[in-house]
T-cell receptor
Framework: DIQMTQSPSTLSASVGDRVTITCRAS??????LAWYQHKPGKAPNLLIY???SLESGVPSRFSGSGSGAEFTLTISSLQPDDFATYYC?????????FGQGTKVEIK | QVQLVQSGAEVKKPGASVRVSCKAS????????IHWVRQAPGQGLEWMGW????????GYAQKFQGRVTMTRDTSISTAYMDLSRLKSDDTAVYYC???????????????WGPGTLITVSS
C-alpha cells in the first residue's frame, strides 16, 4: 500500500497568511494526487486534482504543485472560510490512501 | 446538479450489520463508480472500497474484506454499503463519493454524500 504523509498535522495561521501543506507518498504516484478540504459535519470538498489542476468553482488562492512523490498545497491568502482540515489522497493505485490530515486553525 | 443523498444515522449493537444507502441524482448513475470512505471520531479519512455502478464489480480494502459488501440498484440509482459483524471501532461517519472517470486521470472523488453516522454501542 502507498503511505501518504502530511505535514504539519496542525497549523496555526492568521487571515491573510500564506499557508503551505506538504504531502509525501511512499513511492512515485505519477502526479495522481488530489487535495480535499473537510469541515466538521460537512462532506469533503475537492480542491485540486492531478496535483495541480484547480477544480471548477474553487477559489484561485488555492494551488497545488509537485511531482513524483512530493506535493504541496498552498493557500496564498488565508480567508476565514479556509479554516478546516485538508487531506491529500493518491489515486495512482488501489487501495486509495489519504494523508492523515492537516488542521488549519486560527492563530 | 449532481447530488448524493445518504440514509440517516443509525445505532447498532456489536455483532450486528448495517446498510448505508447513497441515492444519486443529476447524472447517469451507471456511468460512474461509487467509493465508500469513513471517518472515525477524531481520526482521518479511511477508504473502504469501490463499486462499478454499471456492472456491480467491486473491490475492498483488505481491512474490510469479508465484512463489507457494496452493491447497487440501478433502477433507483442507489448504491449500498453493507458492513457486518460490527465492532465499537466501526463507529464512524460513512461517506459515499463519486469517482469522476474511468481512466487514471480522473480517478479522484468529485462529489461526496453528506455522510451517515453509524454508532456501534451495547
Amino acid at each position: 500500500d502507498i503511505q501518504m504523509t502530511q505535514s504539519p498535522s496542525t497549523l496555526s495561521a492568521s487571515v491573510g497568511d500564506r499557508v503551505t501543506i506538504t504531502c509525501r507518498a511512499s513511492q512515485n504516484i505519477n502526479g495522481w494526487l488530489a487535495w480535499y478540504q473537510h469541515k466538521p459535519g460537512k462532506a469533503p470538498n475537492l480542491l485540486i486534482y492531478m496535483a495541480s489542476s484547480l477544480e471548477s468553482g474553487v477559489p484561485s488562492r488555492f494551488s497545488g504543485s509537485g511531482s513524483g512523490a512530493e506535493f504541496t498545497l498552498t493557500i496564498s491568502s488565508l480567508q476565514p472560510d479556509d479554516f478546516a482540515t485538508y487531506y491529500c489522497q493518491q489515486y495512482n493505485s488501489y487501495p486509495r490512501t489519504f494523508g492523515q490530515g492537516t488542521k488549519v486553525e486560527i492563530k | 446538479q449532481v447530488q448524493l443523498v445518504q440514509s440517516g444515522a443509525e445505532v447498532k449493537k456489536p455483532g450486528a450489520s448495517v446498510r448505508v444507502s447513497c441515492k444519486a441524482s443529476g447524472y447517469t448513475f451507471t456511468d460512474y463508480y461509487i467509493h465508500w470512505v469513513r471517518q472515525a471520531p477524531g481520526q482521518g479519512l479511511e477508504w473502504m472500497g469501490w463499486m462499478s455502478s454499471n456492472n456491480g464489480g467491486s473491490g475492498y480494502a483488505q481491512k474490510f474484506q469479508g465484512r463489507v459488501t457494496m452493491t447497487r440498484d440501478t433502477s433507483i440509482s442507489t448504491a449500498y454499503m453493507d458492513l457486518s459483524r460490527l465492532k465499537s471501532d466501526d463507529t464512524a461517519v460513512y461517506y459515499c463519493a463519486r469517482e469522476r472517470g474511468h481512466t487514471t486521470s480522473f480517478r479522484y472523488f468529485d462529489y461526496w454524500g453528506p455522510g451517515t453516522l453509524i454508532t456501534v454501542s451495547s
